[in-house]
């Protein structure tokens, strides 16, 4: 088999018990079957436990990967469903996997599913981010950031900022000479973990973007930055509109995301949205903020080749 370096290969296979032994015990078998390329023998036992067990949402998931592996895309899309119906908090990303096929249209990533995959991530994070892909989306940001602070002429210091989707602090890491006080904020509670170990955070909570942000003040950070966060949200809108209100007149937002040659999002096979660059115009125009940086940039490689990217700063009047 042929290792990709991306996220879905760096973190650990989410598994969620079944409850009946046996059930679990084929489950397994199938899993090794699979992985040996034995797809029809894995496709019978993942069968035989959902028999044992109607409700194992990891056997239909993976069934449905083995569906979609041999062609059978009716057959995948109905075992993707059983897999949310099995687990409606969706932590294995089976919804997603119906947006790939076409079944369903784009919608919210399933928070749960962002969460169990940076719960399993958090421990080896920045070694496979940034040796195994070759992340460099907190120093784009840097770079971006200080261009346009001088363009607009703002003072050299930021007093308050928030990092969205902090991980395990890169992005603090980088602006830490620039920020009197970070506040970080994650959907994992092991990558607040890990941030928390930096001792650059003077703030850390554990929820998603948008509701971190509806819990801040009106005019209360100086720098609002999303490094390799914007790529789990499908619609920037909502986002860029509760950044505008947090942000004081002046301040600054920055954040990359993945690109592709459309104007629109998709929903590319790594699991992550991808923003064309002139979907990314509209929405920080819809938002009230002024464009200052829209610059096509890398963050990171997949499988050695540099994924396209934008970088994005956008200032409040």
Same mark, same amino acid.
């Given at each position: 088999m042929i290792f990709k370096a991306n996220i879905k290969t760096m973190a650990a296979r989410l598994f969620l018990s079944s409850g009946d032994m046996i059930a679990d015990r084929r489950f397994d078998f199938a899993r090794d079957l699979q992985m040996k390329g034995d797809l029809a023998a894995a496709a019978d036992l993942l069968l035989q436990a959902t028999d044992l067990a109607p409700g194992f949402a990891s056997a239909w998931f993976t069934l449905g990967e083995i569906r979609e592996q041999l062609g059978e895309r009716e057959a995948a899309v109905a075992a993707f469903r059983k897999a949310v119906t099995a687990d409606p908090q969706d932590r294995h990303g089976a919804s997603l996997r119906l947006m790939l096929l076409g079944a369903d249209k784009l919608s919210a990533m399933p928070p749960a599913y962002v969460r169990a995959l940076f719960d399993q991530y958090a421990p080896r994070f920045e070694t496979a981010l940034v040796d195994d892909l070759g992340y460099r989306g907190p120093s784009l940001l840097f770079r971006a950031v200080l261009s346009a602070r001088a363009a607009i002429r703002k003072?050299? @210091? @930021? =007093? =308050?900022?928030?990092? !969205?989707?902090?991980?395990?602090g890169l992005a603090a890491t980088a602006f830490a000479k620039e920020v009197d006080y @970070?506040?970080?904020?994650?959907?994992?509670?092991?990558?607040?973990?890990?941030?928390r170990l930096t001792g650059l955070y003077a703030e850390l909570e554990v929820t998603d973007m948008m509701q971190g942000l509806r819990g801040r003040p009106d005019a209360g950070a100086d720098l609002i930055l999303a490094a390799d966060a914007m790529v789990y949200v499908s619609d920037l809108a909502q986002v860029l509109q509760e950044a505008r209100r947090v942000l004081a007149p002046g301040g600054l937002l920055a954040f990359t995301v993945e690109t592709h040659g459309g104007d629109g999002v998709i929903l590319g096979e790594g699991l992550r949205f991808a923003h064309g660059a002139t979907y990314v115009r509209a929405?920080?125009?819809? +938002?009230? %903020?002024?464009?200052?940086? %829209?610059? $096509? !940039?890398?963050? =990171? $490689?997949?499988? $050695? +080749?540099?994924v396209p990217g934008l970088v994005v700063v956008a200032a409040k009047p």
């Open positions: 003072p050299a @210091f @930021f =007093r =308050r900022a928030i990092d !969205l989707g902090c991980g395990t @970070f506040i970080g904020i994650d959907l994992s509670p092991r990558m607040i973990e890990q941030a929405s920080v125009k819809a +938002a009230g %903020l002024v464009l200052s940086k %829209l610059e $096509n !940039l890398s963050a =990171r $490689n997949e499988d $050695n +080749a540099p």
